[in-house]
Antibody, heavy 114, light 109 residues
């Protein structure tokens, strides 16, 4: 059974940093590109960032470019998102996912507020 | 960047109705388009991949069509359990990048 378990969310002040983690199991992690997708409360889905299987190709949404960094450790079956200079508009539920394979975690909530 | 315009943003229909949602890309995306269903408090669920292919286990009342810039998602006979928000999504592989439509909230009349 595929499992993606996110962690690291919480309440953080504007301008501070947070690192999200995602532990994967039940599939061959290093065969797949992985992504972070977020959903602000009551809003739609927004793709945040994606990374190829070997970390050789990385993409970011314009809204997070220069502030967020995606990475992965295939030896640990783990995906990460380093979020710096957080803003109120980054408040959302963050999903670790491979959407085209229909692999989704349960999400971890990030709240940016003073 | 590719923009995806999904319409309508909300839709009210009766059980048994045929429901159609459209999605337009700002440039040619071939068939690199998926459709997802999201119920409240749940992660999205893939229904249609590559514009017209039904994901395994998804009821046949769901279908998709289109290529290039114009795409359509159809529920042939609306069921009460279909109440959800539906999203189209364009994807690129190099670099890995997705763009979601704004979503269509489907309600029962």
């Amino acid at each position: 059974e595929v499992q993606l378990v996110e962690s690291g969310g919480g309440l953080v002040q504007p301008g501070r940093s947070l690192r999200l983690s995602c532990a994967a199991s039940g599939f061959t992690f290093d065969d797949y590109a992985m992504h972070w997708v977020r959903q602000a409360p009551g809003k739609g889905l927004e793709w945040v960032s994606g990374i190829s299987w070997n970390s050789g190709s990385i993409g970011y949404a314009d809204s997070v470019k220069g502030r967020f960094t995606i990475s992965r450790d295939n030896a640990k079956n783990s995906l990460y998102l380093q979020m710096n200079s957080l803003r109120a508009e980054d408040t959302a539920l963050y999903y670790c996912a491979n959407p085209t394979s229909d692999y989704w975690g349960q999400g971890t909530l990030v709240t940016v507020s003073s | 960047d590719i923009q995806m315009t999904q319409s309508p943003s909300s839709l009210s229909a009766s059980v048994g109705d045929r429901v159609t949602i459209t999605c337009q890309a700002s440039q040619d995306i071939s068939n690199y388009l998926n459709w997802y269903q999201q119920k409240p408090g749940k992660a999205p669920k893939l229904l249609i991949y590559d514009a017209s292919n039904l994901e395994t286990g998804v009821p046949s009342r769901f279908s998709g069509s289109g290529s290039g810039t114009d795409f359509t998602f159809t529920i042939s006979s609306l069921q009460p359990e279909d109440i959800a928000t539906y999203y189209c999504q364009q994807y690129d592989n190099l670099p890995p990048r997705y763009t979601f439509g704004q979503g269509t909230k489907l309600e029962i009349k």
